[in-house]
Each structure stands twice: as structure tokens, then as C-alpha cells.
């Protein structure tokens, strides 16, 4: 097994550790964002929020890095242990990208209940997913990078029409944002099932120390 894992990583730890810090960083902007009780002013937070959600994609967006799984697994020692070598690091990968869009997510929504807008959550996430959707898309298949709206933003509507014109992207993108509901719906289960045992486990805990 180890030596199989060593090649995997020595071959993708520099695309998946970017794809991977690309992921987070919604997180990190999240719980920049989405901290107060009122609805901020500020021209910094609203560009903050471009940015955010210029950004938000990158998390969903890994779940298409497993185009390069069969690559890895054709490039396995023969007999190699492939179910323990590759697929777990490929697993971690997406599901830490689905993490990040949990916990990201999350963060705006329990803002919105915040500001009295409970009743919109439900449809910001979906507005959410669908937003993702067409990011990974033009992420993928286009090839842009979430600071290139910003950096060049004439050639970026230039292909961003170019490949939302294209007679299969409505297929692609209603395919990603059934994916991308789908992972997240599980990633939202097992994070809150997690954190819920895990919060009982310690009120045992300090119920045992205290009695």
C-alpha cells in the first residue's frame, strides 16, 4: 500500500493541495462575513461577498478532480491496492471540498436567521447550488479561475458566453447541480449526526464528572 500512496501523493499533492486551499478559502470569508446581527454597509463587505461567492464554487468544484482517478489507478503498481491507496485520498479530497461548502453554506444561512430572513434559506441554498453549478461548469469546462471576473472581466464574458451557448451545457449544469445537492445533503447529515453524538458524548461526559 505505501508505495502506491507515496506515488499518488507525489503526483497530485500539488493540485489537490491547491484545489483543496481553493475550497476553504469560502470558509474563511464565511465566517468573515457572517458574523453580525444587522445587515452590514460597509462597501468592504460587499465586496467581500463578490467575493465570496466568486469563490463559493471551488468548494463543490472538486468533485470533478475525479476525471483524473483513472489516470492514478492505471498508473498503480500492478495488483496494487488501489481501494486502500488511491480511492481514500481521492475520498478525503471530495469530501473535505463538501465540508468546506457545509460549513460555508451554514454560515450564511445562520446569518439570514440572524436578520429575521429564516424563511430564505431554503431557497439560497438551492440559489446556491445552482450558482455552483454553472461555476464548476465554466470552472471545468472553461477553464476559469474564480479571480479572472476581476482581473479580465471582458474575456471573461466572452467565455462565459461562448460556453454557456454550447448546446450540452444546460445538461452539464442541471448534472453538477444534482451532484452537488446530493453531496451536500449527505456532507450536511454526517457533519450535523457527527456533531450531534459528539455533543451528547460530552454532556455524558460532564454529567459523569460533576455527579
Given at each position: 500500500m505505501a508505495p502506491n500512496l507515496v506515488d499518488v501523493l507525489r503526483r497530485d499533492a500539488w493540485w489537490m493541495g491547491w484545489n483543496t486551499l481553493l475550497a476553504w478559502?469560502?470558509?474563511?470569508?464565511?465566517?468573515?462575513?457572517?458574523?453580525?446581527?444587522?445587515?452590514?454597509?460597509?462597501?468592504?463587505?460587499?465586496?467581500?461577498?463578490?467575493?465570496?461567492?466568486?469563490?463559493?464554487p471551488n468548494a463543490p468544484y472538486v468533485v470533478t478532480d475525479l476525471v483524473h482517478l483513472r489516470h492514478d489507478i492505471m498508473l498503480a503498481d500492478r495488483g496494487g491496492p488501489v481501494v486502500t491507496a488511491i480511492l481514500p485520498v481521492y475520498a478525503l479530497l471530495v469530501g473535505s471540498g463538501f465540508l468546506a461548502y457545509h460549513l460555508a453554506l451554514s454560515a450564511a444561512t445562520r446569518h439570514l436567521?440572524?436578520?429575521?430572513?429564516?424563511?430564505?434559506?431554503?431557497?439560497?441554498?438551492v440559489a446556491a447550488h445552482a450558482l455552483c453549478a454553472i461555476g464548476v461548469f465554466l470552472g471545468r469546462w472553461a477553464r476559469l479561475n474564480s479571480w479572472e471576473p476581476v482581473v479580465d472581466p471582458g474575456a471573461t464574458i466572452e467565455r462565459i458566453v461562448v460556453h454557456l451557448t454550447w448546446t450540452w451545457a444546460p445538461v452539464l449544469i442541471l448534472a453538477t447541480f444534482l451532484v452537488t445537492w446530493a453531496?451536500?445533503?449527505?456532507?450536511?447529515?454526517?457533519?450535523?449526526?457527527?456533531?450531534?453524538?459528539?455533543?451528547r458524548s460530552a454532556r455524558r461526559l460532564h454529567a459523569t464528572l460533576t455527579s
Open positions: 478559502i469560502p470558509v474563511g470569508l464565511a465566517f468573515l462575513l457572517f458574523r453580525g446581527h444587522r445587515l452590514s454597509r460597509s462597501p468592504f463587505w460587499w465586496a467581500g461577498l463578490m467575493l465570496f461567492i466568486l469563490f463559493l436567521t440572524r436578520l429575521g430572513l429564516g424563511a430564505w434559506t431554503g431557497r439560497v441554498t453531496c451536500h445533503f449527505m456532507t450536511k447529515a454526517i457533519a450535523d449526526a457527527s456533531f450531534d453524538a459528539t455533543l
